[in-house]
C-alpha cells in the first residue's frame, strides 16, 4: 500500500503511482523530486536519499514542520484550532476568521486547517501570497481519512533520508549527479492550465518558455549520463503539446493507461483523451 499525501494538491500522482513505479529504475541513490508538489511520488520511492524540493516555500516549509514535530503534538494543534475557530462543514464564518489570521501570522498548522476546509481542500495564493481558497462548504473537514494519511505520511518523513529544498528548478545543482542517481520532474502541465500555474499566485507561472527551459535541463541530464523521468501529458480536452510531442521522440515513452501505447498519436475522439505518458532517458 503506497502512503497517500495529506495535501490534495493539484496534479497530484497518487492514483497512477503503480505505472510510475513500474516505469523506474530498481535502484536509486539519490531520488531528485524536482516539483515535489503534494509529494506522492517521493514519499513513496524508495532510495538511499530523497530530495523533496518545490518553488512554494510554505510546502516545504510544511513538511520540515510535519518533520520536526510529533505526531501527537500536529494533531493536538489541529484539534486546538479546529474548536477554536468551531469548524465544521457547515461555519463558513469560522473558516474565513481563521484565513484571515493565518494570512497575519502565516502559521503552518493554521494553513494545514485551511487546506482541509477548503474548497477541493485546495491550497492557493494570490500574488500577495495571501491564502485565497474559498470555503468548501458541506464538502472538506478534517476526518478520519485525513489524518491517517498525515499520520503514515509524517511517520515517513521522520523514518527516511530526506533533504528539503526550496528552488526553482533550474537553481538546483545536477552536478553531482550520475548514472545511479533519477531525476524526477512533474512541472506544471503546458496544455492544462491550473491556478497553480496561471502566473496570478505571486509564484512563477508556467509557458512555453520554462517548458523549453526544462526540456533542454533534461538533455543536459542526459548528456552527462543522469537518469530522468518526466511526467507529463501529450495531448489534453483537444490540445496537443506539440514542443513535447517532438522532443518525447528521443527518449522512451511509458503511457500511464496502456490502452494509447500504440495510438501513433492518431485519436478518433481526440477532444474526448488526456494523455499522460512518463518520458525516460534509460
Known amino acids: 500500500m503506497y502512503i497517500k499525501s495529506p495535501l490534495n494538491y493539484t496534479g497530484g500522482k497518487y ?18 523530486d524536482v516539483f515535489a508538489g503534494g509529494f506522492n511520488v517521493g ?11 518545490d518553488q512554494i516555500m510554505y510546502l516545504i516549509e510544511l513538511y520540515q514542520m510535519f518533520r520536526s514535530t510529533g505526531i501527537r503534538e500536529i494533531l493536538e494543534r489541529i484539534q ?4 477554536k475557530y468551531e469548524l465544521t462543514q457547515q461555519n463558513r464564518e469560522g473558516y474565513y476568521a481563521l484565513r484571515s489570521d ?30 485565497n481558497s474559498p470555503f468548501g462548504r458541506n464538502r472538506s473537514s478534517f476526518n478520519g481519512s485525513i489524518e491517517k494519511n498525515l499520520t503514515e505520511f509524517c ?18 545543482d545536477y552536478n553531482g549527479l550520475g548514472p545511479e542517481d533519477l531525476v524526477y520532474c512533474d512541472p506544471p502541465y503546458l496544455i ?77 475522439e481526440r477532444d474526448a483523451v488526456t494523455v499522460e505518458v512518463l518520458i525516460t532517458n534509460y
Request: proline share 1%; hydrophobic share 35%; with cysteine.
Open 15 to 32: 492514483k497512477i503511482l503503480e505505472p510510475i513505479f513500474e516505469a523506474f529504475p530498481k535502484n536509486i541513490r539519490t531520488f531528485v
Open 43 to 53: 514519499i513513496n520511492v524508495e532510495a538511499s536519499q530523497i530530495v523533496c524540493n
Open 80 to 83: 486546538g484550532l479546529i474548536s
Open 102 to 131: 493565518y494570512n497575519r501570522t502565516k502559521d503552518l498548522t493554521e494553513l494545514f486547517v485551511l487546506a482541509c476546509y477548503a474548497f477541493n481542500h485546495q491550497i492557493r495564493f494570490n500574488n500577495s501570497h495571501e491564502f
Open 155 to 172: 511517520q515517513a518523513l521522520h523514518e527516511k533520508n530526506i533533504e528539503f529544498s526550496n528552488l526553482d528548478f533550474m537553481e538546483l
Open 192 to 268: 492544462s492550465t491550473g491556478n497553480y500555474n496561471d502566473g496570478n499566485r505571486g509564484f512563477k507561472d508556467w509557458k512555453e518558455r520554462e517548458e523549453q527551459a526544462l526540456l533542454s535541463l533534461l538533455d543536459r541530464l542526459h548528456k552527462q549520463g543522469t537518469r530522468f523521468a518526466l511526467s507529463n501529458v501529450l495531448y489534453h480536452k483537444g490540445l496537443s503539446n506539440d514542443l513535447l510531442i517532438e522532443w518525447s521522440k528521443g527518449y522512451q515513452v511509458h503511457y500511464i493507461d496502456h490502452t494509447y501505447s500504440n495510438c501513433s498519436y492518431q485519436f478518433k
